[in-house]
């Protein structure tokens, strides 16, 4: 597609349950990148992959946090057992790589009661 | 990679040049300089990036000083929807490898009428 699609758009799940978020990146974009952005704070970076692999994932808040990347392309970020605090909006982000910019999604806005 | 320091906030008038500082003393020679912008509710938008020369596109112009410690990002005629979040952030991009831009928390703009 011509941008970077996020799925789903608005996520309400309860505490403890495992969740799911999804991310297509613009196609022939071979870097991705997941941050997150708690209300009025800023972005947070989680990980980075270049192509399959995730060489920095140096973001991830804690072990309940997950990513993989299947095929070069679509990402998955998944969280075990959610808690309150993970309520944020998630940003996925892509680009060729080298110095160019990245393009952003528009996010899943994930909310935990 | 190196720090940046912007002001918290500004105004500009709708119609004049809005011209956004961002201080990079601790800038190496390998470091770039990005700028993004978040509109409210909205993923990051990528505006523009230099590494030495200044750099002009159709959204804006950025001027980096000779010694690269600070740079302008330039506006040239702020309308409404700029209103937003700016972004100045330096990175190392090694040639064919895509890295984390790390963001600070910016300068909100304010365009009023």
């Known amino acids: 597609g011509a941008g970077v699609s996020q799925s789903p758009s608005n996520k309400v799940t309860e505490k403890g349950k495992d969740v799911e978020l999804r991310c297509d990146p613009i196609?022939?974009?071979?870097?991705l990148y997941w941050y997150r952005q708690s209300l009025g704070q800023g972005l947070e970076f989680l990980i980075y992959?270049?192509?399959?692999?995730?060489?920095?994932k140096s973001g991830l808040p804690s072990d309940r946090f997950s990513a993989e990347r299947t095929g070069g392309s679509v990402s998955t970020l998944t969280i075990q057992r959610t808690q309150q605090e993970d309520s944020a909006v998630y940003l996925c982000?892509?680009?060729?790589?080298?110095?160019?910019?990245?393009?952003f999604g528009s996010g899943t806005r994930l909310t935990v009661v | 990679d190196a720090k940046t320091t912007q002001p918290p906030s500004m105004d500009c008038a709708e119609g004049r040049a809005a011209n956004l500082p961002c201080n990079h003393s601790?800038?190496?020679?390998?470091?770039?300089v990005y700028w993004y912008r978040q509109i409210h509710s909205q993923g990051p938008q990528y505006i523009i990036h230099?590494?030495?020369n200044n750099e002009t596109n159709e959204m804006a112009s950025l001027i980096i000083t000779e010694d690269r410690k600070s740079s302008t990002l330039i506006l040239p005629h702020a309308t409404l929807r700029d209103t937003a979040v700016y972004y100045c952030?330096?990175?190392?991009?090694?040639?064919?490898?895509?890295?984390?831009?790390?963001f600070g928390q910016g300068t909100e703009l304010s365009v009023k009428p």
């Open positions: 982000a892509s680009s060729k790589g080298g110095a160019g910019g990245y393009t």
């Open positions: 196609s022939g974009h071979t870097a």
């Open positions: 992959f270049q192509g399959n692999s995730a060489p920095d």
């Open positions: 601790t800038i190496s020679g390998n470091e770039y």
């Open positions: 230099g590494l030495k």
């Open positions: 952030i330096v990175r190392v991009f090694p040639y064919n490898q895509g890295g984390k831009l790390i």
